[in-house]
């Protein structure tokens, strides 16, 4: 499915970062291992290399990589690409300093918190999570993402998944996005900040 959204000449989602992860580019350390999971075609993984980090970014779809190296290259940033499916992703123990995983709402509720464990587990200490993504309102907009409830985001069930995380920010909020064709107009999204204890 994938690799047929993304056989087209423009990018989906188009070439510049997430405004989230723009908006918390304060975060970002150059030097930071930084981990970007379903990452597509590549627009997040090349701005946190372009802020320094040292970054890995993995996807399922052959067709989306080949975009991401090329935009990677364009921009002249080194990222280390992985084809793999996250359902059979080796999720390395204390392994990133960061980990970003933004739109990633494909995951029914069980391969999620399979997904929400292994974020857990591949965390260094002290390491930080940016996560963003939709709420179920955003099903009435139209605007992007899946047209299924069990797929959001609500910020109970986040606070529920990363209990034992330091939550820095949890909000929901509506916005304006106009991330290509594949994110653009008014849309119901949520973020996470949060820390693994030290």
């Known amino acids: 499915m994938w690799d047929q959204k993304f056989d087209q000449p423009d990018y989906v989602y188009g070439t510049e970062p997430s405004q989230f992860l723009r908006n918390r580019a304060e975060w970002l350390e150059p030097g930071m291992r930084a981990l970007a999971i379903a990452d597509g075609e590549g627009r997040n993984s090349v701005f946190l290399a372009e802020q320094g980090c040292d970054v890995t970014a993995m996807d399922s779809s052959a067709v989306g990589l080949a975009k991401a190296r090329r935009l990677a290259a364009a921009r002249d940033v080194s ?83 990363f209990d034992g995380m330091e939550l820095i920010d949890l909000v929901e909020y509506d916005a304006d996005l106009d991330e290509g064709p594949g994110h653009s107009g008014r849309s119901a999204l949520i973020d996470l900040v949060a820390r693994r204890p030290a």
Do not use: C, N
Request: glycine share 8%; net charge neutral.
């Open 79 to 161: 990222i280390a690409f992985q084809h793999a499916d996250l359902r059979d992703w080796a999720w390395a123990p204390a392994q990133y300093d960061l980990v970003a995983a933004i739109f990633i709402q494909f995951a029914d509720p069980v391969f999620r918190s399979e997904i929400f464990a292994g974020i857990r587990q591949t965390l260094r200490p002290g390491g930080l999570l940016l996560l963003h993504g939709y709420t179920p309102k955003q099903i009435a907009y139209g605007t992007g993402g899946p047209p299924l409830a069990e797929l959001l985001y609500t910020r109970e069930m986040l606070r529920t998944a």
